[in-house]
T-cell receptor, first 113, second 114 residues
Framework: GAGVSQTPSNKVTEKGKYVELRCDPI?????LYWYRQSLGQGPEFLIY????????DSGLPNDRFFAVRPEGSVSTLKIQRTERGDSAVYLC???????????FGPGTRLLVL | AQSVTQLDSQVPVFEEAPVELRCNYS??????LFWYVQYPNQGLQLLLK??????LVKGINGFEAEFNKSQTSFHLRKPSVHISDTAEYFC????????????FGAGTRLFVKA
């Protein structure tokens, strides 16, 4: 079956702009995670959803970052007033339940100029 | 809160030699432990995980890891590496009750030389 997909694969934007990153999890997976990976670092937890609700958003760096999962499937990570420091690869993962193996998408590479 | 320390940023090794990638964690609660691999230009994939039970966990591609609670370690080992094992390896931890936020280490770059 299809794995986790993320769009776009690459996004270049200017400082101060708004961006949306999309994640399509594996069908039927109730848990969905967002991570940010900077060059030379491990993935940094941002937020995880159980169904439609954000079960833990403690990793969001500030109020410019927001994520939604309105129907318990597709999720969108939204970044307002982007800054150059937001440049990174944004990874999405899903799992059948929160305790199970996470399957990662290929990531969206965000570059803020 | 949990944290993960991968003690080596890079590990060069010759083909067919054994390798150990070290991982230590800290946590105030019981944990699940994971090793993920990221091959060049590919996404993260799970190598193995410890949830409970036997402390020696076997994963894909001949890798294994041992959970040592007293030393708070979860080192990854392979008795004989191949060129194709060249990749970035990440250790990760999550709490096993009340929330499943996953914390990753900074990664260890394994470079297998012919």
């Amino acid at each position: 079956g299809a794995g986790v997909s993320q769009t776009p694969s690459n996004k270049v934007t200017e400082k101060g702009k708004y961006v949306e990153l999309r994640c399509d999890p594996i069908s039927g997976h109730t848990a969905l995670y967002w991570y940010r990976q900077s060059l030379g670092q491990g993935p940094e937890f941002l937020i995880y959803f159980q169904g439609t609700g954000a079960a833990d958003d403690s990793g969001l760096p500030n109020d410019r970052f927001f994520a939604v999962r309105p129907e318990g499937s597709v999720s969108t990570l939204k970044i307002q007033r982007t800054e150059r420091g937001d440049s990174a690869v944004y990874l999405c993962a899903s799992s059948s339940t929160a305790q199970e193996t996470q399957y990662f998408g290929p990531g969206t590479r965000l570059l803020v100029l | 809160a949990q944290s993960v320390t991968q003690l080596d940023s890079q590990v060069p090794v010759f083909e067919e030699a054994p390798v150990e990638l070290r991982c230590n964690y800290s946590s105030s609660v019981s944990v699940y432990l994971f090793w993920y691999v990221q091959y060049p230009n590919q996404g993260l994939q799970l190598l193995l995980k410890y949830l409970s039970g036997s402390t020696l966990v076997k994963g894909i591609n001949g890798f294994e890891a041992e959970f040592n609670k007293s030393q708070t370690s979860f080192h990854l080992r392979k008795p004989s590496v191949h060129i194709s094992d060249t990749a970035e390896y990440f250790c990760a931890v999550s709490g096993n009750t009340g929330g499943f936020k996953t914390i990753f280490g900074a990664g260890t770059r394994l470079f297998v030389k012919a």
